[in-house]
Structures are given as C-alpha cells and as structure tokens.
C-alpha cells in the first residue's frame, strides 16, 4: 500500500456487527485491562437463535452481540459479571425443548439447547494477538474450550494454551471445539450514491471493506469504508496482492473507469465480481476488453449485481448488493468434531 492508502478512524464509522464486532470490543476490552466476559456458543440442538461459534461480550453494564431474541440475555449479564470478577470460567446450559418452557421460566418458545462457555477475559492474557491475527484475514480462529478450565486458541501457524480455574458448574472431562470463519472481504471499485448506505450496512453484517477511489468528489465517502486508497484500480490490485477478497464490486457510474476496473480484475484471483448499471452496459463494456479479459471475467461476474427486492434508487440498490454479497456467506460458523 503506498503513502495514499487511508485507515480510517474507528471513531469515524460505526460499530461492526456480528463476530467481527464482538471480537473487536473484545479486543479492545483486553487492550484497556477491563473486567469483561466472553460468551461462546459451543454447542446447540434444535432450533435455536444462534448456532455454535456465536459470540456475545458482556461487561461494564454494556453488551456486544445477541446469543437470543433478548430473552436470554439478563441472566447472561449476570452470570458474566460474576465470571469477570472471579476469573472463573462458567457454563450455561439452557434448554427449552419441554412444552413447560412455552408459557414458564425464560419463556423462549425456541425448541432448542444452547451450550454457553462464559470466558473471563482477563485470565487470557494474550489472546487478543489472535483477534487481530483474524481480523487481518489470517484463517478461521479455532477455539477449544474443556470443562477442566483448558482452553487453546489457534489460527494459522500460531496455538497457545491457557489454564484457567473453574466454577463448580464446570465439572467433568468434556471438550467442545468452534471455529470462526474470517470475516468476509470487499473490495470496492468506485464510490457513488449508494455508498454512503452500503459500506455501513456490510460494515453492520461484519463486512472488512476498502474503497479504492480518486475522483476528489467522492472521497469524503471514504470515511464510510475500513481501508480507503486514492489509486487506480490496477495499482490498487498490486498494493493488495498479498490480501484476498471475498467479492469486488465495481460501481463508478463512469464508463472509462469501469472498463478499467474489470480489465485490472481480468488478471485478480477474486471469486465475486460485481458490476453496477444494466445488461447493455455490460455487454457494451464487454466489447472494449480484450478477449482473453472476457473470458477471465465471464464465469465471476455477476451483472446486473443485486438482488431483485423492488424499490428504486440508491438506497434500494445498496440493500440489494448487500443481500446478494451475504448469499456469499452461507456457514459463517461450524462446529468442530
């Protein structure tokens, strides 16, 4: 990335969602030594609202993350409050399968088991390496969790193993394994109207997004995306060639610069590729590329990109992007046998 490229301040965007977003103030929590707890959903059965892998932090009286509808997320805090200041781990076991759970006690109506690991943050120490590692796209975060206070976390080449006490609850010899799946990755290729909703909403589903634009009338959107860089797309290709993307979208509303974008990913590995602006513009872009760039692009490219969900104008299209990029994500979590 060459002196151009843009971090943006996190205080300048809103807040992540999903694992992202819970692991990013878990990651904060640590760097600051707050007294915080993690709750990972090890295991589930039947129909529940979250499945394993899912992730929620609680601490200083504020919560990141849902494991439930709300219902269940009281006796979490509470129990999470005693977790961070013993540095025990505790587990939660809920279970609303019986007909009784419909009209008593949480009153969840969901059919299902949740298996609750609650990890007090601060008996980690270092664990927050991992975190970045993941948010850097370095693989999925594998985290092994024992009813005997052993926990292991990996990713990559990396794996470090804590001991940690336990509360009685956590009695036995029983293991439970979760990965996380890296957070998905968009590159985009041109800002424009529907900028300023889609960035935050993928930001909102977790999203790591990095605008590439130079025209000086859309780079205030810049501010919208993680990583932001005033090059063109070819060069923008080579300062992230060692990092991979999910899906690239190319949405300039300028012609010129579209047909070099999709000539710059002709030669890109990138699986997604997305197009803005009807079929006869497509197929009129088509023809200024060479044939080798058409053949490249044709099996990837998806155009019109978006989801058929009606409505009209910048913000309609956004929410269809996204819906279509979230299509992309089909097992964010799995359980580990």
């Given at each position: 990335?060459?002196?151009r490229?843009?971090?943006?301040?996190?205080?300048?965007?809103?807040?992540?969602?999903?694992?992202?977003?819970?692991?990013?103030?878990?990651?904060?929590?640590?760097?600051?030594?707050?007294?915080?707890?993690?709750?990972?959903?090890?295991?589930?059965?039947?129909?529940t609202?979250?499945?394993?892998?899912a992730?929620?932090?609680?601490g200083?009286?504020?919560?990141?993350g849902?494991?439930s509808?709300?219902?269940?997320?009281?006796?979490?805090?509470?129990?999470?409050?005693?977790v961070?200041?013993?540095?025990?781990?505790?587990?939660?076991?809920?279970?609303?399968?019986?007909?009784e759970?419909?009209?008593a006690?949480?009153?969840?109506g969901?059919?299902?088991?949740?298996?609750?690991?609650?990890?007090?943050?601060?008996?980690?120490?270092?664990?927050?390496?991992?975190?970045?590692a993941?948010r850097?796209?370095?693989?999925?975060?594998?985290?092994?969790?024992?009813?005997?206070?052993?926990?292991?976390?990996?990713?990559?080449?990396?794996?470090?193993?804590?001991?940690?006490?336990?509360?009685?609850?956590?009695?036995?010899?029983?293991?439970?394994?979760?990965?996380?799946?890296?957070p998905?990755t968009?590159?985009?290729?041109?800002?424009?109207?529907?900028?300023?909703?889609?960035?935050?909403?993928?930001?909102?589903?977790?999203?790591?997004?990095?605008?590439?634009?130079?025209r000086?009338?859309?780079?205030?959107?810049?501010?919208?995306?993680?990583?932001?860089?005033?090059?063109?797309p070819?060069?923008?290709?080579?300062?992230?060639?060692?990092?991979?993307?999910?899906?690239?979208?190319?949405?300039h509303?300028?012609?010129?610069?579209?047909?070099?974008?999709?000539?710059?990913?002709?030669?890109?590995?990138?699986?997604?590729?997305?197009?803005?602006?009807?079929?006869?513009?497509?197929?009129?872009?088509?023809?200024?590329?060479?044939?080798?760039?058409?053949?490249?692009l044709?099996?990837?490219?998806?155009?019109?990109?978006?989801?058929?969900?009606?409505?009209?104008?910048?913000e309609?299209?956004?929410?269809?992007?996204?819906?279509?990029?979230?299509?992309?994500?089909?097992?964010?979590?799995?359980?580990?046998?």
């Open positions: 990335m060459d002196s490229s843009v971090t943006v301040s996190s205080s300048s965007r809103p807040p992540a969602g999903g694992s992202r977003g819970v692991l990013e103030a878990a990651f904060a929590a640590m760097q600051h030594g707050a007294a915080a707890t993690l709750a990972v959903v090890m295991e589930t059965e039947g129909s609202y979250v499945r394993p892998g992730l929620a932090l609680f200083g009286g504020a919560q990141v849902w494991l509808g709300g219902c269940l997320e009281p006796e979490i805090a509470a129990r999470a409050e005693v961070a200041r013993d540095g025990r781990i505790e587990w939660m076991d809920v279970d609303t399968r019986d007909d759970d419909l009209l006690g949480s009153a969840l969901c059919r299902g088991r949740l298996h609750i690991a609650l990890l007090p943050l601060p008996s980690l120490m270092g664990w927050d390496a991992f975190i970045a993941w850097n796209g370095e693989g999925r975060l594998r985290l092994t969790v024992s009813a005997d206070g052993s926990v292991e976390s990996e990713i990559g080449g990396s794996m470090r193993r804590w001991q940690v006490a336990v509360t009685a609850s956590a009695a036995g010899a029983t293991t439970h394994h979760v990965e996380i799946a890296a998905p968009v590159l985009v290729l041109g800002a424009g109207p529907e900028t300023p909703m889609l960035l935050p909403l993928l930001r909102s589903l977790g999203w790591m997004t990095t605008l590439v634009e130079r000086p009338r859309w780079r205030l959107l810049a501010a919208a995306a993680d990583v932001a860089v005033e090059q063109m070819e060069s923008a290709l080579r300062s992230f060639a060692q990092r991979a993307f999910d899906a690239a979208l190319v949405m509303h300028n012609f010129e610069l579209d047909r070099e974008a999709l000539a710059a990913l002709a030669a890109s590995d990138i699986a997604f590729i997305g197009l803005l602006g009807p079929v006869r513009r497509r197929e009129d872009l088509f023809r200024m590329l060479s044939a080798d760039e058409r053949v490249a044709q099996p990837r490219l998806h155009s019109p990109i978006g989801l058929k969900l009606g409505g009209h104008g910048p309609a299209i956004a929410l269809s992007i996204a819906a279509q990029l979230q299509t992309l994500q089909q097992q964010p979590y799995r359980q580990v046998p």
